[in-house]
């Protein structure tokens, strides 16, 4: 069992707005930022957001990130075919002194 | 470009010793970052099995610390894990990568690049 909670799927039509969480504790998400990775089958995990809210150079705007209190929330809007993947959630935990992540998210698009 | 890329036996024997290098090209292996696996067990989710920083220093899951070591060699820029009494339940894709040595607001899973995975099946 994950150390973060995510819903382990989501589902939306192309061009809806789908959003997700990620649960954690005040030893992870309440303290540090989180990160969100997307996994398409067969391929290494890719950087969607850093520090909550932050998107690397050449991820589109319609991937945003937030956070309160001991949860975050990827959203993505826009839905396309190509977004259809596992996102997993990831943060620091100080109790655990590593990195914990969530057990991930199977979008799919409808 | 940075480039990392796993390698080593694709079977361990249940009880034996699971063991894998990661070849570090494009950068130092003393840069300022913590030299990282990450596995994945087939249909699940990403575990973070621990890291290494060019001092030596290492910090493991406390789920597989008792198993666990962590080395680096600067002379042949790779790093390597080596897990011991392996079971059926460290069957998995281990992936090397790396996450910065210091981060705004403290340490930080920022990931990447990442190697492209090497499946470790662990079968009689």
């Known amino acids: 069992q994950s150390i973060l909670t995510q819903p382990p799927s989501a589902s939306g039509t192309p061009g809806q707005r789908v959003t997700m969480s990620c649960s954690g504790s005040?030893?992870?998400?309440?303290?540090?930022?989180v990160y969100w990775y997307q996994q398409v089958p067969e391929r290494a995990p890719k950087l969607l957001i850093f520090?909550?809210?932050q998107r690397p150079s050449g991820v589109p705007d319609r991937f945003s990130g937030s956070k309160s209190g001991t949860s975050a929330f990827l959203a993505i809007s826009d839905l396309r075919s190509e977004d259809e993947a596992d996102y997993y959630c990831a943060a620091w935990d100080g109790s655990l002194s590593g990195v914990v992540f969530g057990g991930g998210t199977k979008l799919t698009v409808l | 470009q940075v480039q990392f890329q796993e390698s080593g036996p694709g079977l361990v024997k249940p009880s034996g010793t699971l063991s894998l290098t990661c070849g570090v090209s494009?950068?130092?292996?003393?840069?300022?970052?913590?030299l990282t696996w990450v596995r994945q067990s087939p249909g699940k989710g990403l575990e973070w099995v621990g890291e290494i920083y060019h001092s030596g220093s290492a910090n493991y899951n406390p789920s597989l610390r008792s198993r666990l070591t962590m080395s680096i060699d600067k002379s042949k820029s790779q790093f390597s894990v080596n897990l011991a009494s392996v079971t059926a339940a460290d069957t998995a894709v281990y992936y090397c990568?790396?996450?910065?040595?210091?981060?705004?607001?403290?340490?930080?899973?920022?990931?990447?690049?990442w190697g492209r995975g090497t499946l470790v099946t662990v079968s009689s």
């Open positions: 990568t790396r996450r910065p040595g210091d981060c705004i607001g403290g340490s930080c899973p920022w990931f990447d690049p």
């Open positions: 005040s030893s992870n998400i309440g303290k540090y930022f």
């Open positions: 494009g950068v130092s292996i003393t840069s300022h970052y913590w």
């Open positions: 520090r909550n809210n």
